[in-house]
């Protein structure tokens, strides 16, 4: 098929892999504009827009498609259907309407759970047993279009937000691959009315653990946010990262370490921690940084 690809994440890098992979024709790739990053500041290409590049595809980066010029030029494409994930815009009618067969996405969530912006966060967050991908057929509102495929995989106590990220992506990918084989055959349901809950963006203001909640909830949070932006407490004034955990029996005062191995009692049981960063320095496990920096019994983390 001729294909418009539209993403800008690391999570839709694999997406656009597999597409060129088997064999459809990519016409152009839509991706969000450079950004400032680093220290300087410098404008650095999204991960989509680097790997199109590589591929040697052509590449638009337009702010929003309110100019009827960058309308019209999608829709000069020509595209049999547009391939949409993680792309970071709201999508005017025109643009889903443009292509022979619309627009479909890949989300990241087994819908209507979790639509909106950080599905795979709040699913480990909100302690779901599973999650899963989702083929939608686009329309207007966010993340209600019927669905064409899903697919589910359990959520384990091991897994972050990370791992669960790079398990969806290929997942999503195979199931996108596998949709359009089969475009003119599937049928799109409409998602039920009900069990509809909205996945918002991660606020900073939410990575500060709270010890006195319990363990259950401190342990999902730590991976719901590993590594970014990161769950954080403070040792001694220095702000750390925890980014691994496991929940284990134990009590004592809330936020203390209850042994020397970086055990922390919350509300109701403890945590222990796995995988902790300081700031400027690269992740290391408990007993690497235990190595560097004394926790004794006792210790206060706030």
């Not at 300087?40 to 638009?60: C, I």
């Amino acid at each position: 098929m001729r294909l418009i690809f539209m993403g800008t994440p690391e999570f839709s890098v694999s997406v656009l892999d597999q597409l060129v992979g088997a064999g459809h024709e990519i016409a152009c790739v839509y991706s969000q504009p450079p950004r400032p990053a680093g220290r300087g500041k410098k404008p650095r290409l999204s991960p989509v827009h680097t790997r199109a590049e590589e591929l040697g595809l052509e590449v638009r980066t337009p702010l929003n498609f309110k100019d009827e010029a960058d309308r019209q030029s999608f829709a000069d494409m020509n595209a049999d259907a547009a391939v949409v994930v993680a792309y970071g815009l709201i999508l005017p009618q025109a643009i889903l309407d443009a292509p022979t067969h619309g627009c479909f996405n890949i989300h990241a969530s087994l819908l209507p759970r979790w639509r909106g912006a950080a599905p795979i966060q709040r699913a480990i967050m909100a302690g779901d047993a599973e999650t899963g991908v989702c083929i939608m057929q686009m329309e207007a509102g966010l993340d209600t279009g019927p669905v064409l495929m899903r697919e589910a995989t359990p959520i384990t106590a091991t897994d972050t937000a990370a791992t669960l990220h790079d398990r969806l992506a290929e997942m999503g990918a195979g199931l996108m691959v596998e949709a359009l084989a089969q475009l003119p055959s599937l049928t799109a349901t409409p998602q039920s009315t009900g069990g509809i809950t909205y996945a918002a963006k991660i606020d900073k203001a939410e990575a500060k653990i709270d010890w006195s909640k319990p363990a259950a909830d401190v342990d999902r949070l730590i991976r719901g946010i590993s590594p970014f932006p990161g769950a954080w407490f403070m040792l001694n004034g220095e702000r750390v990262k925890a980014l691994m955990s496991e929940t284990t029996t134990g009590e004592g005062p809330v936020g203390t370490t209850l042994d020397d191995e970086l055990t922390v009692a919350c509300g109701d049981g403890a945590v222990r921690l796995l995988n902790v960063q300081k700031a400027g320095k690269g992740p290391q496990p408990a007993e690497v940084f235990l190595l560097g920096t004394k926790v004794p019994t006792g210790t206060t983390l706030e």
